[in-house]
């Protein structure tokens, strides 16, 4: 298993984990449960009228943070909008109960990937693990 598709596994697992962005001079935090690999790269969704979008659109730098089973996974880097049709399709396909919510046509749907990337896991037990991509 690659480094990018452990850290997937790692979010994927824990079912939430939290998005924070800046907002001018605040940092704002919430709960995400998407994570997906398309071509090599670590994917999110969002919509384009929720603020996250606007925030990422304005400054890309963003950090998300899990935990679970006592160990916590920080991922700094910044998030790049990938308006393909190809890229929505597929996290589209990789999570169907957005469906309900969103479409590749709706011209709301949004996925941002991960760029200069790092991930590390930590744990109280054992030393820090460190991916990039």
């Not at 998005?19 to 969704?45: N, S």
């Not at 896991?121 to 693990?129: G, H, I």
């Amino acid at each position: 298993m690659s480094g990018i598709e452990k850290v997937a596994e790692f979010l994927n697992s824990a079912g939430t984990y939290y998005l924070a962005t800046v907002d001018g001079d605040q940092a704002r935090v919430r709960p995400f449960g998407t994570a997906h690999i398309f071509e090599g790269k670590l994917y999110m969704q969002t919509g384009k009228v929720k603020n996250v979008s606007k925030q990422l659109h304005a400054n890309p730098k963003a950090e998300a943070c899990v935990f679970k089973d006592g160990v916590w996974l920080r991922i700094t880097g910044e998030l790049i909008a990938d308006d393909r049709r190809e890229a929505l399709t597929s996290m589209l396909d990789a999570y169907p109960q957005l469906r309900n919510m969103y479409s590749e046509d709706d011209g709301n749907t949004e996925v941002f990937y991960f760029q200069n990337a790092t991930a590390v896991f930590s744990s109280f037990t054992a030393a820090p693990e460190t991916i990039t991509f």
